[in-house]
């Protein structure tokens, strides 16, 4: 943490400054509706990005307008804000930074006014971003919508104390329930979901209220948080066809109950993250699903597990039960779809096999301390989430009275589901290229492993080309084939070049390749991640690494 003029102010002096700025300062006479006064529904809405793989909303910062993403997954609110006129209304002085699964930000932290739909907070703390690292050029910043225990509240707790942070280090949402302690202190959120013409169904994020036909979510079971720092609570029951998964370990989270695990809701991670057991019995029940050893060329999905390739006609009944409920996962939320597929880079240009792939959007990740697993985004979509804060103080351990917890209104019919699915794929492999038999998929991404550890892949000149299989070159490039994932932000269409084509011959499967985007580094920032590892208490109440962060 870099040294700050402020560092050595006395506790009493912070907590006047405090009192000055921001109690000083109404939420009615900064013009902003107080929270919890509405008497007509106010949905701040939540809108899809990058084919359903990230979702923002818009706020006003300092007097500058900023597309944020959501993140129910981390707690700091930071925005890019460079070549902005952007207005604080106090300086600390001090330098915070953090990382997440992919990404990173480094910034200082400073206080302004903050308007979310019709609400004005006044002082708000955030983080003014000096250098972002792999996000998407649109999205200029995240609103953290978890507790007050991440990088701003644990760098003010170390310069002003504890007292001072409980009322400057606040998360925006916890900020604006303890203004105003007599409103309902909770949010909800509901993921879109695009169609295959893409159209984008409706997105909610409301604060203490309800979308119109989502109040019988207040009937829906509690789900108390079993962590101090996420929203993570105690998973009952994975079902695959009905039958129940058997293969948890016991919780790596002290307190879960026996033969539950402790379960994270991140609205940041695109693909929720399981054991290997796990990923491997949900597809291992799709017929022609094919494992993969290593990672899919192509894809996001570059853990060095166990990949697999579906057939994109094909998925499976997947529920998770919570509170003793069943919440079935929609059959379109099991699989990615791929137009065209890097196999290799030959000098610089890309090679893209001109057939479709699905692979599994259920990923590999072992339980690290403060959690079991992790569902993110294609499972959020199959409810209506509300996130209740309850009595919450940070930094979290001394709550007395209600506890914070989840309530979830199931939105997919596994009946009605089915059809769905099934259009969805028809429509979509319609203006795609033709599917992959993933038998044979495996066998070329095996090839293409073994021939590019001869380091014959970066040579143009067709060396080695049997380590390959019929690898050979054969006429001339065309029109240029990208990913459904690709953005047009990314890297120029490399049209008109004068390079070959590829031919990889392997039992009866043919696949054309063709060079299609020219360094495209960086293109999947679909696949962000935002889920920090938030830090534990020691005896002191501070942690002095920050917390590491979670990875893929």
Known sequence: MSSSFLRGLSLAFAYCL???????QSLDSRSGAKYGALSSLADIGATAQFNDS?????????????????DTGSTDLWVDARGLNLKP?????????????????EGEIQFADLQIGPYVLPNQVFISATQVDAFPG????????????????????????????????????????????????????????????????????????????????????????????????????????????????????????????????????TYPQLTQAAVDAIYSSIPGAVPYHGPVLGTDNVQNTTNWIVPCNASTNL???????????????????????????????????????????????????EYDILLGMAFLRNVYASFHCGDYTPP?????????YV???????????????????????????????????????????????????????????????????????????????YSSDFGPIAAGLSAASVVIGLIGLSVSLFMCIRGVKGRRDASYRPLQRLPKEDAAGVDSERGTLYGD
């Open 18 to 24: 405090y009192a000055t700025t921001v109690y000083g």
């Open 138 to 269: 649109n999205i200029k910043g995240l609103i953290g919508m978890a507790f007050d225990t991440a990088t701003i509240f644990q760098t003010l707790w170390e310069a002003w104390g504890l007292e001072s942070a409980q009322q400057l280090g606040r998360a925006p949402i916890t900020n604006l329930f303890t203004q105003n302690p007599s409103a309902p202190a909770y949010f909800d959120l509901q993921l879109s979901r695009m169609d295959a013409d893409g159209a984008e169904q409706d997105g909610h994020f409301l604060f203490g209220q309800h979308a119109r036909g989502m109040e019988a979510v207040d009937k829906a079971p509690k789900l108390e948080r079993v962590d101090l720092n996420h929203w993570t609570v105690a998973l009952d029951d994975m079902k695959i066809n009905g039958k129940p998964f058997t293969g948890w370990n016991k919780s790596v989270v002290s307190g879960v109950p026996e033969g539950k695990i402790a379960t994270v809701f991140d609205s940041g991670f």
């Open 54 to 70: 990230m979702y923002t909303t818009e706020v006003v910062l300092g007097g500058q307008n900023f597309t944020v993403l959501i």
């Open 396 to 404: 979290g351990n001394g709550t007395t009275g209600e506890k914070p």
């Open 407 to 485: 309530q979830f209104l199931s939105l997919t019919d596994l009946e009605n589901a089915w059809g769905e699915f099934d259009d969805y794929i028809t429509e979509k492999l319609a203006g795609f290229a033709p599917a992959a038999d993933p038998t044979s998929f495996v066998m070329v991404l095996n090839t293409y492993a073994s021939h590019s550890q001869t380091g014959s892949s970066s040579d143009s000149s067709g060396a080695g080309a049997d380590a390959a299989g019929d690898l050979a070159v054969s006429g001339a490039a065309s029109d240029s084939s990208s990913s459904d994932k």
């Open 319 to 369: 529920t998770f039960t919570l509170g003793g409920q069943d919440y079935p996962v929609h059959p379109r939320d099991l699989t990615v779809m791929y137009n065209g597929v890097k196999l290799d880079t030959v000098d610089g240009i890309d090679m893209v096999a001109n057939t479709t792939i699905c692979v599994n959007s259920f990923q590999v990740s072992e339980p690290v301390g």
């Open 89 to 105: 209304t106090n300086d600390t002085g001090m330098n915070a930074s953090f990382s997440y699964a992919i990404g990173a930000v």
